[in-house]
């Protein structure tokens, strides 16, 4: 399975070259809840510590000015350790 993709602290060019600001914005406080994406999402991070655990892999660690890609099919553990504010697309 392919794994998370990550890209910390990307330029803010780049995030607006790819019309990330016009995407929904996701907020959630601190939790621990389990996921499966059924599509690919890639999202950034305005706000949030969390660390989020593949079924079948690593602790990744993300947050504030991350730009994040999590694989269709990904099922993982998110624990929100600060609340988190995101923009998302579904691919």
Request: include cysteine.
């Amino acid at each position: 399975m392919s794994q998370i993709k990550i890209e910390h602290q990307i330029a803010q060019d780049k995030v607006k070259a790819r019309g990330v600001f016009n995407w929904p914005i996701w907020e959630k406080e601190t939790s621990i809840f389990p996921w499966t994406y059924d599509a690919s999402e890639t999202c950034y991070f305005l706000e949030g510590d969390v660390i989020v655990t593949p079924e079948d892999g690593e602790p990744v660690q993300m947050g504030k000015g991350d730009l994040v890609t999590f694989p269709a099919g990904m099922a993982c553990v998110w624990e929100i350790r600060e609340a988190v504010r995101k923009h998302y697309r579904f691919d």
